[in-house]
Structures are given as structure tokens and as C-alpha cells.
């Protein structure tokens, strides 16, 4: 792992952070809390920046995150929690126009300002995954046969076929047609060298599949639509490509006759008027099914451990840094960093959402408990509670940290 890789995970995490916190914020606003202090980074405290809404926000000396201080999240001392919030917190609220304490507010008002942060990590990571897509493009199902793939030293890269081009007709040449061309190069399309044999329009792979396997052993002419030779833009986008097709004694196991491999989806830009709304469409899919297979990770993991196997497909942050590096995301610029911090977001918002002590989750679990122990004594269980799942959860980053290095060690 370099520094740059290091400090560059270091800056994603801590703006995930912040914005988990300034969910937790902007909800304690919105319910009426009085929140005392909004931190940039973690105490101590460096400088205070301003005080406004009667919030003092300040910087920190810890360049990591943020965190918010509410009034009234610690039971008080003297009478531990009242039992339901007091009328007359409320009542003192509604005639001073005051804010009121945290432990004030009703169930369902705690329970929002709690998982308010987590919210904001999904949210975020909506937001990353639709500039992504807004720029790249929206990943689209296709039926022709595109191109998505060529094998090294086939037929197909001697011939100069690059991916990323669509199949629309195939030519078999008859044997004194273009005889001194090379298979590695496009020809230049010359009416003295077009073969006698009409063209087939092809419209799907299996089309492409069954004119080359009938005329395996034969020089098949492939017309093209799409990026250009090297991905170089030219102006008519259509090319044509000689390829010899391999019969089956020629052909390596695992290849086609050709070399090339067909691709079932591509990334399609629409009229600007139509990406914005697709691009969140798709945003929105790709933040759904990566909370689904985190909970569904999150679960094998579990199951492991209670079965006394050590996980060993996760990772901690020295895993995910490493593992990052090794793909190139730190270097392939900035929508590959705003992709990844968008999945480390969701993620992290998944975690949050457990039913562990400790972790919001947790804490809105036992919002609920007192409805049915009441307030004190669920504030006294989940006291007890907390120190187990900080201690489950220290071990827990221990045991990843101790794996991620040896993996970094040992890869084998």
C-alpha cells in the first residue's frame, strides 16, 4: 500500500463520515432538538468556527469525520430516564419556542433522528452512483450481437477487430477473393474486391454463430458498426474486417472459431433531456441491490462465525485499501474514487443498521424496548448492552485486521 492510497481511503472515509453525522444533524434540527455542538473532525477542539441556530460548530484536531452533541442524549444523573417524555419539556418548547432535549421527544422522533444518518449514507450513495452513470452512461440490455471481448492471437485481434462494435452482416469470400490481403488488416471496402456471395444481415449472436460455424475453414468478411479500430473515432463508424474462421481442430478449447466473445449489455447515453431521470433510475437499482448483497454477506458472515469458521471473504479498512490499489481505483480518476466512495457509504450504512448494540441499529432497537420495559430500564439493559457490543466489535476488528495482513503477507 503507497501513502497516496492510504491518505486517499483516509479522505473518502472521513467525508462518509461527516455525512452520516450531518444526517443525524439535520434530523436533530428538524425534530426540534437542541443540538450543543456540531464537530468537524473528532476533539480535541482546535478553533470554534461560528454559532448559529444556537449551535456551535467547530474544527477539530482529528481530521476524521465529524460528530454531533446533542443535549439530553445521556440519561440524566439524578433521575435516570423519565419514563415518557415530560409535558413539560414539550410544553416549555411550544410556548418559549425553545428546543428541547433529546430524551424529550416521542419514540418515533428518536427513532428518526437515529437513523437519520444512515439514511443520509444511502443517499449518498444514490447521489454518487447517478453522477456516475449520468457521465458513463446507463448500463443497457442489448439483443445485436456486440462485440465484447477479442482473444489474444485470434483470428479476430489479427484481424484488427477492437470490442465495442456491433455485428451487422457477414460475407463468406469465395477463394479468389482479396487472396494476397491480410487477415490482420480492415479492407478498404474496393468494389474489385467485394466477393460474389451477398452479404447475411445478422441481428443477434446466435445469427453470428451459425453463419460462421457453416462456413468454418472460409474467410468471412464482418461489417461493423461503432468505435473504430483502437477505439479511435472515425466518420462513418462502419468498418469492415477480413477473418479467417478456424475450424475445430483449429480452434484452442474455450475460444469460438473466431476468437470474439458477444457482451448482453452496454453503457448507452440518451437525449440530455432523459439522462437525469435514468441516471437516478439506475442509481437507485445499483444503491437497492448493493444493500441487499451487503445483507446478504453480512449474513454468510455471521452464520460463519456462529458455525466457528473464520470468515474469509472480508475485509477491514487495510483490506479494502489494499484491495483498492490492486484494481487501480485510486488512479483511475475521479468518477472510479466517487463510485467506490458511493459503495463504501452504502455499505457502511448497512452496518449501521444492525440490530447491534452500540451502532444505530441497536440504539433505535431499543427505542422500541421501552415501550415495553420502560425508558429506565431498557436505558439500564442497554448500558450493560453497550459494553458487550463494544467489545464484540473491537475483537471483530482485530480478527479482520490480523487476516487482512496476512493476506497481504501471504496472498496465497
Same mark, same amino acid.
Request: proline share 7%; charged share 15%; aromatic share 8%.
Given at each position: ?21 450531518? $444526517? ?229 478449447? $474455450? ?158
Amino acid at each position: 500500500m503507497t501513502l497516496v492510497s492510504i491518505i486517499t481511503f483516509s479522505l473518502v472515509l472521513s467525508l462518509i463520515v461527516f455525512v452520516h453525522e450531518l $444526517g443525524h444533524f439535520l434530523a436533530a434540527m428538524w425534530a426540534g432538538v437542541k443540538v450543543e455542538e456540531f464537530g468537524l473532525g473528532f476533539p480535541p477542539r482546535a478553533v470554534r468556527l461560528f454559532k448559529r441556530w444556537g449551535v456551535e460548530f467547530s474544527l477539530n484536531w482529528v481530521p476524521f469525520g465529524g460528530f454531533v452533541k446533542m443535549e439530553g442524549e445521556e440519561p440524566p444523573d439524578d433521575a435516570g430516564w423519565p419514563s415518557r417524555p415530560r409535558q413539560s419539556d414539550k410544553r416549555l418548547t411550544q410556548l418559549s419556542g425553545r428546543r428541547q432535549p433529546f430524551y424529550a421527544l416521542s419514540a418515533g422522533k428518536r427513532t428518526g433522528v437515529i437513523v437519520a444518518g444512515v439514511a443520509a449514507n444511502f443517499i449518498f450513495g444514490l447521489v454518487a452512483f447517478t453522477v456516475v452513470f449520468s457521465r458513463v452512461g446507463i448500463p443497457t440490455q442489448l439483443a445485436e450481437p456486440r462485440v465484447g471481448q477479442v482473444a489474444e492471437d485470434s483470428p479476430a485481434a489479427q484481424a484488427g477487430l477492437p470490442a465495442d462494435v456491433t455485428i451487422t452482416a457477414i460475407q463468406v469470400l469465395g477463394p479468389d477473393s482479396a487472396p494476397d490481403q491480410s487477415a490482420g488488416q480492415p479492407s478498404d471496402q474496393s468494389a474489385d474486391q467485394l466477393p460474389d456471395l451477398p452479404a447475411i444481415p445478422v441481428k443477434t449472436p446466435d445469427d453470428v454463430i451459425a453463419v460462421v460455424n457453416t462456413h468454418r475453414g472460409r474467410r468471412l468478411r464482418l461489417s461493423t458498426t461503432g468505435e473504430c479500430n483502437n477505439h479511435v473515432a472515425c466518420s462513418s463508424q462502419a468498418q469492415q474486417f477480413d477473418i479467417y474462421a478456424r475450424t475445430a481442430e483449429e480452434t484452442p478449447q $474455450g475460444e469460438g472459431s473466431l476468437g470474439i466473445g458477444f457482451t448482453n449489455s452496454a453503457l448507452k447515453f440518451f437525449p440530455w433531456y432523459e439522462m437525469p431521470v435514468r441516471s437516478a433510475w439506475v442509481g437507485f437499482q445499483q444503491t437497492t441491490i448493493l444493500i441487499l448483497l451487503t445483507l446478504q454477506g453480512l449474513g454468510r458472515v455471521f452464520l460463519q462465525l456462529f458455525g466457528g469458521v473464520v470468515p474469509q471473504d472480508v475485509a477491514g479498512p487495510i483490506g479494502i485499501v489494499h484491495q483498492a490499489q490492486q484494481s487501480g481505483i485510486f488512479e483511475e480518476g475521479a468518477l472510479a474514487l466517487l463510485n467506490f466512495a458511493g459503495i463504501i457509504s452504502v455499505s457502511i450504512g448497512v452496518m449501521n443498521l444492525l440490530p447491534i448494540p452500540i451502532v444505530d441499529g441497536g440504539r433505535a432497537v431499543f427505542v422500541g424496548l421501552e415501550q415495553v420495559l420502560g425508558r429506565s430500564r431498557a436505558s439500564r439493559i442497554e448500558g450493560y448492552a453497550n459494553y458487550g457490543g463494544m467489545a464484540l466489535i473491537v475483537a471483530l476488528i482485530v480478527a479482520v485486521t490480523v487476516l487482512d495482513i496476512s493476506r497481504i503477507i501471504s496472498p496465497s
